[in-house]
């Protein structure tokens, strides 16, 4: 009986897939992921180290860079137009590496 009187009546049981899968998200969340790289890198690391701080918003300028550059696709019969849209990724692709280098460079330091 609960504290006011009802009786308790259980429910469905249920498997431990939904556990299971809580569990797979907790230890998920103890890493961040840097897309840019496909690195993986423990968050007490991040926090500690200024330099992966400033890679982990650096990343998330990148993405936000490449998902503009997705959204102004122009059509292909605007020659100059995706031409243009086109040489940006040189950019995108330079400030990757960048980040993949600064990334790889303090988890090796650590």
Not at 12 to 20: A, I, K, N, V
Not at 93 to 106: D, N, Y
């Amino acid at each position: 009986m609960d504290p006011e009187g009802h009786e308790a009546v259980p429910g469905p049981r249920r498997r431990g897939g939904r556990r299971s899968a809580a569990r797979g998200v907790r230890r998920a969340a103890w890493n961040l992921r840097f897309a840019s790289t496909g690195a993986r890198v423990p968050a007490a690391m991040v926090v500690e180290s200024a330099a992966l701080l400033r890679a982990a918003v650096e990343e998330v300028c990148w993405q936000v860079a490449v998902d503009e550059w997705l959204s102004a696709r122009p059509r292909r019969w605007r020659r100059r137009a995706y031409a243009a849209w086109a040489a940006q990724l040189k950019d995108l692709e330079r400030r990757r590496e960048q980040l993949r280098r600064l990334v790889e460079a303090e988890v090796l330091a650590c």
